[in-house]
């Protein structure tokens, strides 16, 4: 069994920051890809940043520049850190792993977080 936890969401004040942590626990051979989905109310789940097997990173167009992604990979940890933080920003933030489960199997298993609610107010 594969566990995905989150930690670091919070308030923050317009301008803010914070820094989401997200550890992959349990057992499994890797992990595929690793990284962060935020969703706001009414809205779809949209892709934030992700490491991918080979340390390609990707960062959407929105938050280049303010969010950055990094990891740990011995520890099968990744970090967003997210800077000059606006309203719209607020959102459930999701921890995404595809995970190998044994050496050489052909389907990937995609784990969730339970999320942690990031909110930008005054």
């Known amino acids: 069994q594969v566990h995905l936890v989150e930690s670091g969401g919070g308030l923050v004040q317009p301008g803010g920051s914070l820094r989401l942590s997200c550890t992959a626990d349990?057992?499994?051979?890797?992990?595929?890809?690793m990284g962060w989905y935020r969703q706001a109310p009414g809205k779809q789940r949209d892709l934030v940043a992700r490491?991918?097997?080979?340390?390609?990173?990707y960062v959407a167009n929105g938050v280049q520049g303010r969010f950055t992604i990094s990891r740990d990979t011995a520890r099968n940890i990744v970090y967003l850190q997210m800077n000059s933080l606006k309203p719209e920003d607020t959102a459930v933030y999701y921890c995404?792993?595809?995970?190998?489960?044994?050496?050489?199997?052909?389907?990937?298993?995609?784990?969730w977080g339970q999320g942690t609610q990031v909110t930008v107010s005054s």
């Open positions: 995404n792993a595809l995970i190998r489960r044994r050496i050489g199997a052909p389907v990937d298993s995609n784990y």
């Open positions: 490491f991918d097997e080979g340390g390609s990173t």
């Open positions: 349990g057992s499994f051979f890797g992990v595929m890809d």
